[in-house]
């Protein structure tokens, strides 16, 4: 077997504890100055620029300003010998006001011909000994709505690509005449362009940083050496969604020794050296590089309106995986392009090159008389060959299908920070999150069965007119076989002349105060409203988890003394509890696999006579809150609804499986949704599209979602193309979601202040101070929940949506687990064996999403 080689010379610097390659300098790893001073998060949310700024300048050279907690800033501009440091967990969000990135001409935010309208974030001009340092991040907002418009900065982008145009949105770090510039350890992400770049700069060093922006955000380079000399790029992790990193060399001169050495790129478009050479690239290293799905690898691009000379260019100990063209080399990046600028790529060296899956080689020079001139080493491209390769002289050894390297090894994922509470999905992660890919499977946990089900051509979201079998009209003269004054009688004759086909049931507009209850033993049933006004027709109930089953029973029990066996099955198995409960207090409970609603309200009208407001506001202030749930979904499959809207506080909307390590399935398309406190719950998998998700009133804290998804079940819910929504009386301290640690009784996470106290791995849940067990089944219930191409509103905690199960030091507190791996090693940590105790083999590779975001904007 051929093992990776590094070369004598490396190794010793290495040992060293030095990186020193094409950059002249010596290069090691950068120590943050001390601070002048020390800035902590504002009380109350603001503008923290000025701030800011007053502190950079008057810190002396040589000194940094620390940043403890969160920061909301617009553009900023760092002295000569003045540097940022920020502290882990501290966060510098870019402003998304774009009027104060403007260059003066009003055009930063829109899209126009000319592009670059807006100032950078950080700028750093004719500076020395200047840097960014500190494990905080900055966060350059890239999908949050701009103030006063309608598109992220990202969105601004896309839409300037379809028009043939040019976005004007803020860089995230410039800079410009300098020398001897660090970043350090610092974490970049979401920026709405490129996220560093570099013109006329001698003397850059990058250790140890994290750039993570989704694949998809359009021109988000990592970083672009422009002009520049002994650049320093190492040990750090880039996944974005153009470049991970572009060399580049423009009308102010060369780019020369360039070293690349000891970094991992995730999702992006390669290590690239282009477009832009007219002022000629040489003496490049990229040394020790792994690649996981980038759409280039190893790239050199260039034209006739931006040639120049590339030379002296080595790329040594190479892996890529996933990656559509590892080596991609091309003098005509823009077929159209006009000039005189010919691409020259001269002494390009490929030694110990590999990839691991499939993929292209592209090596195309100008012409015959100016050709790729490369040479070749111990390189591999698994698979069938495919190889497009014109005007080029490749010396040395053939490119080999047979991986001989290490490489397979040498994969990990994006190391994600505790600070980085936003995971991100990679492009080809959120393919999986397709409505048509989600709602294929149903059944068991980790065994389910495929079952292809599209509910988007269905008649009932295709806006079909049905014929009713049945039709319930409040004011007309029922007939008890198919005119009828309720939902529920008309739903008990249903079930009575069930044969297996669809059956069709029309409401009538009114309000029907009642309970209805849909059994399985049903024919699939469509209920629906007229017109397209679903508020026009709403069934409405007010039962709380408090109830007594005997006050129930007074209330209800009238309207199924004729119901169907089936239906009375359902009253009865609630009417005798001592309480009803949570799940007794359904307006409207349905079972029936294949059960359809549109135009229709689904209420559960428990303290809405008080209106919205639910705490700390008259007249409300002394309300009670309990659980009071419109709809349980409960176990049926296929459930479909479109354009229906639950109204309710806490826990509005329920979604069960049949059994815990089970799943079935619902669908919501252009429906609404309200509650204030974990008003979208259950353990089945639900998709929900077009709609919009609204949260009420005004407690202090407040969860959308509170999923209990099985730990083996492949999706819970999904929010594609969905507005989250408040009515207006908070801001970011509300969050998406809080994985619902179901029926513990005590937490292994984390000690409580209780003496003696204990929580262990038992055959049930429960606890008796001070000692207790969790179960199986509760470890197992780790809710799934991830939200694509969606709209988040301010009122959302947009560093941390997710939410631990209540507090640490609380008898249920559970931290949020974001993946298999957080499951998989907060179980190690509480002292469960997921081995011995659980009999699982090993941790999923790659880890099971949990929670995960794909290009939301927030506003």
């Not at 109350?44 to 007053?54: E, L, N, P, V, Y």
């Not at 690239?272 to 590089?289: F, M, Q, W």
């Not at 030379?311 to 990656?323: E, I």
């Not at 011995?836 to 099971?848: E, F, I, N, Q, V």
Request: hydrophobic fraction near 35%.
């Amino acid at each position: 077997m051929t093992r990776h080689r590094i070369p004598a010379a490396l190794a010793l610097l290495l040992a060293a504890g030095a990186t020193q390659a094409q950059d002249t300098r010596k290069v090691n790893e950068p120590v943050a100055p001390p601070s002048c001073t020390v800035l902590t998060a504002a009380a109350a949310a603001g503008d923290d620029t000025a701030r800011i700024q007053s502190a950079i300048d008057q810190c002396p050279a040589g000194r940094a300003v620390r940043l403890t907690g969160g920061f909301v800033s617009g553009p900023l501009r760092l002295r000569s010998g003045v540097s940022l440091l920020l502290d882990a967990g501290a966060v510098l969000q870019a402003s998304p006001n774009p009027r104060l990135y403007d260059r003066g001409a009003n055009t930063c935010g829109t899209v126009d011909k000319q592009g670059r309208g807006c100032k950078p974030f950080i700028t750093i001009d004719n500076a020395r000994a200047s840097g960014i340092y500190g494990e905080g991040s900055i966060d350059g907002q890239g999908g949050r709505v701009v103030e006063g418009g309608s598109e992220s900065w990202w969105q601004l982008a896309r839409r300037a690509q379809k028009e043939d145009a040019r976005q004007n949105v803020p860089r995230l770090i410039e800079v410009t005449n300098s020398q001897d510039i660090t970043l350090h350890k610092i974490t970049l992400h979401n920026s709405p362009n490129f996220h560093v770049t570099l013109n006329k700069v001698d003397g850059f060093t990058a250790w140890g940083i994290r750039i993570d922006t989704p694949a998809t955000a359009r021109n988000t380079d990592g970083i672009d050496p422009i002009s520049s000399r002994n650049v320093t790029v190492a040990y750090s992790h880039i996944r974005t969604g153009d470049d991970n990193i572009a060399i580049k060399a423009g009308n102010n001169g060369p780019t020369e020794n360039i070293s690349v050495l000891h970094n991992r790129f995730y999702s992006g478009h390669g290590m690239s050296i282009g477009s832009e050479t007219n002022g000629g690239v040489r003496r490049v290293l990229v040394e020790d590089l792994s690649m996981d799905g980038t759409t280039s690898g190893l790239r050199i691009k260039s034209d006739v309106s931006r040639g120049g000379a590339v030379d002296q260019v080595s790329y040594r100990n190479v892996c890529l995986r996933n990656v559509k063209t590892p080596i991609d080399i091309g003098a005509r990046y823009d077929g159209k392009a006009e000039g005189t600028l010919i691409p020259v790529y001269t002494n390009i060296s490929f030694d110990d090159v590999h990839s691991v899956t499939p993929g292209r080689v592209s090596v195309q020079g100008y012409d015959e008389q100016r050709p790729v001139l490369a040479r070749l080493r111990n390189v591999s491209i698994a698979g069938k060959a495919d190889r497009k390769i014109e005007y080029a002289n490749l010396a040395g050894e053939a490119i080999s299908a047979v991986d001989t390297s290490t490489c397979a090894n040498r994969f990990a994922p994006f190391p994600e920070t505790a600070a980085s509470t936003r995971p991100q999905l990679t492009l080809e992660q959120a393919r999986q999150y397709a409505y048509s890919e989600v709602l294929k499977y149903v059944g068991v946990a980790g065994k389910e069965t495929i079952d292809p089900w599209d509910p988007l051509s269905d008649p009932l979201a295709r806006g079909a007119a049905f014929t009713p079998d049945y039709i319930v009209d409040k004011a007309a003269r029922a007939d008890g076989v198919r005119i009828f004054n309720t939902v529920q009688e008309a739903v008990s004759r249903a079930v009575l002349d069930s044969a297996g086909k669809r059956l069709y049931m029309l409401v009538k507009p009114g309000v029907y105060p009642e309970l209805v209850y849909i059994p399985a033993s049903a024919a699939p049933i469509t209920l629906y409203g007229e017109g397209k006004d679903a508020a026009a027709t709403r069934i409405t109930a007010r039962l709380d988890a408090s109830v007594t089953g005997a006050a129930y029973d007074a209330q209800h029990g009238a309207q199924f003394v004729k119901a169907a066996p089936a239906v009375q099955a359902m009253y009865a198995s609630i009417k005798d509890r001592a309480q009803i409960g949570t799940f007794g207090t359904q307006t409207v409970w349905a079972q029936n696999s294949g059960f359809q609603a549109r135009n229709i309200t689904f209420e559960n009208g428990y303290n809405k006579d008080t209106g919205n407001a639910r705490a700390e506001a008259l007249p409300n202030i002394n309300n009670i809150h309990h659980q009071a749930i419109a709809l349980s979904v409960d176990s049926a499959d296929k459930a479909q609804f479109e354009n229906v809207r639950l109204i309710g506080f806490q826990d509005t909307l329920f979604l069960k499986s049949p059994q815990p390590g089970s799943t079935v399935r619902s669908f919501f398309n252009k429906s609404y949704i309200e509650g204030d406190v974990d008003f979208i719950f259950g353990d089945s998998t639900a998709y929900f599209h077009q709609s919009e998700i609204r949260t009420l009133g005004d407690r202090g804290v407040s969860y959308v979602t509170a999923p209990d998804t099985h730990v083996k079940s492949k999706y819970g819910f999904v929010f594609d193309n969905v507005r989250f929504t408040h009515e207006g009386a908070k801001t970011g301290n509300f969050y998406l979601l809080r994985q619902w640690f179901h029926s513990a009784r005590c937490t292994p996470y984390a000690p409580l202040p209780v003496e003696g106290y204990s929580c262990t791995y038992g055959p049930t849940n429960g606890y008796k101070a001070p000692t207790g067990t969790v179960a199986r089944v509760s470890l197992e219930a780790v809710g799934k929940m991830v939200v694509l191409n969606s709209r988040i509103g301010a009122h959302i905690n947009k560093q941390q949506p997710w939410s631990d199960w209540n507090k640490k030091g609380t008898i249920s507190y559970r931290p949020a687990q974001y993946s298999s791996d957080d499951h998989w090693n907060n179980l190690i940590k509480a002292g469960i064996d997921p081995v011995k105790d659980l009999g699982y083999t090993a941790p999923p590779s790659p880890p099971d999403v949990f929670l995960g975001e794909f290009n939301n904007s927030d506003e």
